[in-house]
């Protein structure tokens, strides 16, 4: 699995437009409907008001790649432009561990919404 996670601040009165606009179906329905999506989050600094980072998971890094580099993407980073106070920067990462919650492995929905087999945990073995 591999996350994007993408960095900004906005002021601290904006978050809840910030949100409402990516709640909404014009921003969901792209980004549920690409290849390899797996879940969303976004975040909000409790020490920093206003320092949102946006959590994206993909199956590969191809998955995601394509995805930000797409005309749907770009739609909606240009939708939330005004309420930005600095430029989304982007960090890449590949999952290392994953681990299940009992909830999780028990609901047997696991591999449709991560592609992970359901009672099994991910884990890459570090390359050194």
């Known amino acids: ?5 993408s960095r900004t601040r906005v002021k601290p009165e904006n ?3 910030l949100v409402e606009v990516l709640a909404g179906e014009a921003s969901l329905r792209p980004i549920q409907a690409a290849q390899g999506f797996c ?18 998971i993909w199956q590969s890094a191809e998955d ?5 580099a ?3 993407c770009q739609r909606v980073v240009a939708s939330i432009q005004e309420y930005l106070g600095m430029p989304l920067e982007r960090q890449y990462y590949e999952v290392l561990l994953a681990v299940e919650t009992q909830k999780e492995r028990l609901s047997g929905n696991r591999e449709k919404s ?7 945990n991910q884990v890459r073995q570090a390359k050194r």
């Open 15 to 17: 978050v809840d437009q």
């Open 114 to 120: 991560t592609g992970v087999k359901p009672d099994t």
């Open 39 to 56: 879940g969303l989050y976004l975040v909000e600094s409790t020490e920093i008001p206003g320092e949102v980072i946006s959590i994206s």
């Open 64 to 68: 995601g790649q394509a995805y930000l």
């Open 70 to 72: 797409s005309p749907a």
């Open 1 to 5: 699995m591999w996350l994007n996670c």
